[in-house]
Nanobody, 115 residues
Framework: QVQLVESGGGLVQPGGSLRLSCAAS????????MGWYRQAPGKQRELVAAITSNSSTYYDDSVKGRFTISRDNARNTVFLQMNSLKPEDTAGYYC?????????WGQGTQVTVAS
């Protein structure tokens, strides 16, 4: 199974930016789609963005126009560029395949948007 390690989270003011990275332990080239998910306290984990192997993308309406997902198969890495961050973006962010593989959830990276 692929192990996934997320990084890049932190505390940022509203309107700020962060870039999340997800490093896979082995090749993700043959994984058709990768996704970034988030889970806020008391809420279900939700898919916010996904990217296929040919770089077609999907975005939840709540992040469309602000977040950009990308992947570098040669580096086994998936990125999430987050701009114009809002307090409601505060959550733990996780990457996984899309749809997710239950055994592949990593520790996630916390994003907190507050002034």
């Amino acid at each position: 199974q692929v192990q996934l390690v997320e990084s890049g989270g932190g505390l940022v003011q509203p309107g700020g930016s962060l870039r999340l990275s997800c490093a896979a332990s082995k090749s993700i080239f043959n994984i058709l789609a990768m996704g970034w998910y988030r889970q806020a306290p008391g809420k279900q984990r939700e898919l916010v963005a996904a990217i296929t192997s040919n770089s077609s993308t999907y975005y939840d309406d709540s992040v469309k126009g602000r977040f950009t997902i990308s992947r570098d198969n040669a580096r086994n890495t998936v990125f999430l560029q987050m701009n114009s961050l809002k307090p409601e973006d505060t959550a733990g962010y996780y990457c996984n395949a899309a749809p997710p593989s239950p055994g592949c959830w990593g520790q996630g990276t916390q994003v907190t948007v507050a002034s």
